[in-house]
């Protein structure tokens, strides 16, 4: 089972968003070491700690200080996008950078309502053309429509000598089933769904239609993992990040909090009801144990790769969270 990386580009509460979008560069350089398949970071817009509204520019930036590992986005949130646009943009990130561009595809607004209308005209209308979005996207990436089609006789270009990667992001069998009939790869988000994951991904399987001869059907599983030496030390670290989410949830502008600022903050009976329900859908704990409920979520899924959402307030945290997930995992 391959191990990834999806990236929120979290911004603590002692960093400049400079500096948290220098520290997901480095995360990528680090993921390409320890032997993490891709790197994928996520788009957001105006949402409170989180610094990429636009992963295009940034795996620019990243595919120049990385040599192997697969980037992408995680995902395009395509309501907001001309189909055509965002093919011109991952081909060209694809010619940069042969046989290491991913391009996730999402239907969330990534913000809030008055985000998404400053964002987009017709969002709600976008998201019911989806399916039809999504398959003019594939054929501008296949450079295929059909002659008699009105896009025939136009060219995302620069056409990349190998197109890259499509993939689907969902939570629902409605997603799952897009991602099958239009033959692509799926990337289940487990870490924000209460959906029962595992009918989903068989609903996939079952309904899979390869779009290209001997395609085969690709499940990614994307968690919520925090690691460290000691359960105690990764409940610690998870502390701080529960209370930034429930502070996130209240309208509250803050970066991530420190342990410090986490362990001040006086939890209601309500509150601690949400971060107890928050914890349920974290993995938390020693290597080991992380690693363990991997495999376990893997064979659950049936998946043929892990994705991993980490969040800490201190990056060197992070980044030790990944590497003990690799030592281990991958018995470095």
């Known amino acids: 089972m391959r191990l990834s990386i999806l990236d929120q580009s979290p911004i603590s509460s ?7 979008l220098y520290e997901s560069m480095k995360l990528a350089q680090i993921g390409e070491k320890l032997g993490y398949t891709r790197y994928w970071i996520a788009e957001h817009h105006d949402l409170p700690g989180l610094a990429c509204p636009a992963p295009e520019v940034m795996l620019g930036f990243i595919g120049a200080h990385t040599k192997t590992i697969r980037i992408g986005a995680g995902a395009v949130l395509l309501p907001h996008y001309k189909p055509f646009k965002v093919a011109e943009v991952y081909n060209m990130l694809e010619t940069l950078f042969p046989g290491r561009i991913d391009v996730g595809i999402g239907r969330a607004p990534g913000g809030s309502a008055e985000v998404t209308n400053a964002l987009s005209d017709n969002f709600l209308q976008q998201v019911w053309n989806m399916p039809t979005s999504v398959s003019n996207l594939l054929h501008f990436l296949d450079n295929d429509f059909p002659a008699d089609h009105e896009y025939s006789k136009v060219t995302a270009s620069p056409i990349p000598s190998v197109p890259p990667e499509p993939w689907l992001l969902g939570t629902s069998k409605k ?3 897009l991602a099958a009939e239009n033959g692509m790869s799926y990337a289940f988000g487990q870490f924000m769904s209460d ?13 899979f239609k390869p779009r290209k001869q001997g395609q085969k059907p690709e499940v990614n599983v994307t968690v919520n993992a925090i690691c460290a030496e000691t359960d105690e ?4 670290l998870a502390l701080s990040t529960l209370i930034w989410s429930l502070q996130r949830g209240k309208g509250e502008r803050n970066g991530v909090s420190s342990i410090a600022e986490a362990k001040q903050y006086e939890l209601d009976e309500k509150e601690q009801h949400t971060v107890e329900k928050m914890k ?14 991997l495999a376990e979520i893997g064979r659950q899924y049936q998946a043929d790769e892990i994705m991993l959402v980490t969040i800490t307030h201190s990056p060197e945290n992070r980044v030790k969270s990944y590497q003990l997930i690799a030592e281990e995992a991958f018995q470095l």
């Open 280 to 293: 349920q859908n974290m993995i938390i704990g020693n290597p080991k144990k992380v690693v363990k409920r």
């Open 195 to 207: 959906n029962d994951g595992p009918a989903i991904i068989q609903q996939y399987l079952e309904s």
């Open 233 to 236: 030390k990764a409940q610690e």
């Open 14 to 20: 002692n960093q400049t968003p400079q500096e948290a």
């Open 175 to 177: 997603s799952a089933l």
